[in-house]
Every structure is written in structure tokens, then in C-alpha cells.
């Protein structure tokens, strides 16, 4: 450590200053942008059909049939997810709930996509479950 500061020069402290800042910045502007969606929709296909496009801004449940059974979807708090469905690793309920426009929820033994599409909501409008955290992998 102190044959690096041996070559540190006054100038080099404000490259770091402005680096850090310029870093932390990031970090604040990017959760205000993609943080969440108004006027969202699901577009719901099953086996390469669209069968329903639903908004997400009332709280409802209801049931698409699938390839395999019925799927019970929930939309509250603007998100979708599945509740039950009559897959056998119910990997699509495991996955939670979408939330964000471009997100995706996939039942492949059902043959069920659902997509998100919509437009920005501000990040203090958001839950805050969805609002990320700072634990990256």
C-alpha cells in the first residue's frame, strides 16, 4: 500500500473523487428508470395463441387452460404471476411475479407465455419487493 501512494499525485485524489461519484450517480439514476410500469399489459398465448391481453391495474384472478390443465393467474399491486398449474415441476409458479414491461413468465409443459408490455412507472410508486436490492451474482 505505501509504494502506491508514493506515486499517487494531488490531481489523482479528484479523479477518484469524481470517479466514486460519478458511480454512486449511476447507481441512483438507474433506479429511476425500467423501475416499474403504468398502464401495464399481459399478453397471455397458450400453444402460439394469444388467448388474452388483461391490464394489470385491478386486482383480479382467473383461469386459461393450458396444455395440461387449467393455469390460475393473479394480477395485484400491477404485477401477474401463476398461482396453480397442472405442470409437474411448477417451476412457473416458483417464478414469481412480473412486474416490468419486457418481462417474461414462460409454462413450457403447458405452453404458456406471458409478456409484459407497457410504459414507465416512478421507482416511489413502485412495491418495494420490487425495487431490487444491492446483492448482484
Same mark, same amino acid.
Do not use: W
Given at each position: 500500500?505505501?509504494?502506491?501512494?508514493?506515486?499517487?499525485?494531488?490531481?489523482?485524489g479528484?479523479v477518484?473523487?469524481?470517479?466514486?461519484?460519478?458511480?454512486i450517480?449511476?447507481?441512483?439514476?438507474?433506479?429511476?428508470?425500467?423501475?416499474?410500469?403504468?398502464?401495464?399489459?399481459?399478453?397471455?398465448?397458450?400453444?402460439?395463441?394469444?388467448?388474452?391481453?388483461?391490464?394489470?391495474?385491478?386486482?383480479?384472478?382467473?383461469?386459461?387452460?393450458?396444455?395440461?390443465?387449467?393455469?390460475?393467474? +393473479?394480477?395485484?399491486?400491477?404485477?401477474?404471476?401463476?398461482?396453480?398449474?397442472?405442470?409437474?415441476? +411448477?417451476?412457473?409458479?416458483? +417464478?414469481?411475479?412480473?412486474?416490468?414491461?419486457?418481462?417474461?413468465?414462460?409454462?413450457?409443459?403447458?405452453?404458456?407465455?406471458i409478456?409484459?408490455?407497457?410504459?414507465?412507472?416512478?421507482?416511489?410508486?413502485?412495491?418495494?419487493?420490487?425495487?431490487?436490492?444491492?446483492?448482484?451474482?
Amino acid at each position: 500500500m505505501k509504494t502506491l501512494v508514493k506515486y499517487l499525485r494531488p490531481g489523482d485524489g479528484v479523479v477518484l473523487v469524481l470517479f466514486a461519484a460519478l458511480a454512486i450517480g449511476s447507481f441512483r439514476f438507474g433506479s429511476f428508470v425500467g423501475a416499474g410500469d403504468a398502464g401495464l399489459a399481459a399478453i397471455i398465448t397458450v400453444n402460439h395463441r394469444e388467448v388474452a391481453t388483461v391490464e394489470l391495474n385491478k386486482a383480479s384472478a382467473f383461469n386459461v387452460q393450458g396444455a395440461l390443465g387449467e393455469i390460475t393467474l +393473479q394480477i395485484e399491486k400491477n404485477s401477474i404471476r401463476v398461482r396453480r398449474s397442472a405442470c409437474p415441476n +411448477q417451476v412457473c409458479v416458483k +417464478q414469481g411475479a412480473a412486474r416490468r414491461s419486457g418481462e417474461i413468465l414462460v409454462c413450457v409443459p403447458n405452453r404458456l407465455v406471458i409478456l409484459l408490455r407497457g410504459e414507465s412507472l416512478p421507482s416511489d410508486r413502485m412495491p418495494q419487493e420490487s425495487r431490487g436490492d444491492a446483492v448482484t451474482h
